[in-house]
């Protein structure tokens, strides 16, 4: 058995961040399930920072996150955290009064915003199909994290301060006993008197193996689509791409493996597009890839479960199959 002070289960960002903060303070253990940190959400995210998109909460969350991103630790990273990004939002017909919302928002939130027409936003990202839209908003300030040099500077943090992150470490059981917790996994156990809940959308199945109680979240499958940018286009310089109503955002990325390279993101949101509704937003870009997928000649395959969906890689090689597929928090209703 071997002891610490705190055992943080899970290597996403929020355990790898919190395993840092806690090992300023004392020992720590951060378990991780999969062979690697940041395998599931993390390593998926769009990975912009934007104080100006969502809800009131998040935004207050980004800017007390702000001053970390943009001016680190020494010897926390040796690259940049957060680089400029932009992004656009498009609002169809009948769509305006929801930009408009938005818009107002963005300026009570002190955004600086750009109101424009989809002809006009064609100069930030020239392959928007401009006739399907009518108006965009585009906001300069949106950034990108580099989110791998802030995870892995997390946990090499976390050593340096005498902390150990332990991959293929899924935490199987959770005792409780005079004031200490004991956790099981097949690399060994574990034991501390704080256990945090890091595990991203499993934190319910660690909760319950805690004996508590808790909300209904279940880890949902995502689908990204990863597209070959079109001929000749200058990819990097373009901004995340939003619908007002979110049914798709894209935005260029590059350096997941060795089936992308430097590509156009398109992550379809299951929150909103159900596994059956999933070629929709596929309209709004053009792309020879984009057309492949509307003319319905790339290779894709049904729903094997009711909320998760499979999507072949349509860049080139079809059978190349590539879905980007990750578990995130979610409410079981919405499958
Ligand atoms: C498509 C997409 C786009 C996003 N875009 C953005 C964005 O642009 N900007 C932004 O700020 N955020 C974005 N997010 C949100 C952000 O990625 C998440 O909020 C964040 O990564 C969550 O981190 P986490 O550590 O809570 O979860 P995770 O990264 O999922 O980590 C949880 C970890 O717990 C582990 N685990 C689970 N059960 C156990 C167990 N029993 N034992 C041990 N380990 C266990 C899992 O393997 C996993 O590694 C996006 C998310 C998605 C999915």
């Not at 680089?83 to 656009?88: D, E, V, Y």
């Not at 159900?274 to 937003?281: A, E, L």
């Not at 199959?321 to 919405?334: D, E, I, N, Q």
Request: net charge neutral.
């Amino acid at each position: 058995m071997e002891t610490a002070d705190f055992i943080v289960i899970g290597g996403g960002i929020a355990g790898a961040s919190v395993g840092y903060e806690l090992s300023l303070h004392g020992k720590v253990v951060v378990l991780e399930m999969e062979a690697s940190a940041g395998y599931h959400s993390t390593g998926r995210s769009a990975a912009v920072m934007s104080e100006n998109y969502g809800p009131a909460l998040w935004s207050r969350l980004v800017t007390a996150s702000r001053a970390f991103l943009e001016a680190p630790p020494d010897d926390f990273t040796d690259v940049p955290l957060v680089t400029p990004r932009g992004a656009l939002f498009l609002a169809r017909d009948g769509e305006q009064a929801q930009l408009q919302a938005q818009a107002e928002e963005m300026l009570r939130r002190g955004a600086t915003i750009e109101m424009t027409t989809a002809q006009e936003a064609l100069r930030f990202c020239p392959v928007v199909r401009d006739s399907e839209f009518a108006s965009a908003l585009y906001e300069p300030d949106c950034k990108d994290i580099d989110t791998n040099a802030l995870l892995t500077g997390y946990l090499r943090a976390l050593r340096k301060n005498g902390g150990t992150f332990i991959p293929d470490a899924r935490v199987q059981s959770l005792q409780h006993s005079q004031g200490t917790w004991q956790a099981s996994s097949p690399r060994g156990n574990f034991e501390a008197p704080v256990v945090v809940n890091a595990a991203g959308g499993w934190v319910q199945e660690i909760a319950e193996l805690a004996g508590l109680s808790f909300r209904n979240v279940v880890p949902f499958r995502r689908t990204a689509v990863v597209f070959d940018p079109p001929a000749g286009s200058a990819i990097q310089g373009w901004p995340m791409t939003f619908d007002v109503a979110e049914t798709f955002y894209f935005k260029p990325e590059a350096g997941l493996g060795s089936w992308c390279r430097p590509s156009i993101w398109l992550l379809l949101l299951p929150a909103k597009h159900r596994p059956t509704n999933w070629k929709s937003p596929l309209r709004s870009i053009e792309s020879t890839a984009a057309r492949r997928w509307r003319s319905g000649r790339s290779a894709t395959n049904g729903a094997g479960c009711a909320h998760s969906h499979r999507i072949m890689n349509p860049s080139s090689d079809e059978t190349r199959s590539s879905p980007v597929s990750f578990g995130l928090p979610g409410k079981a209703a919405m499958a």
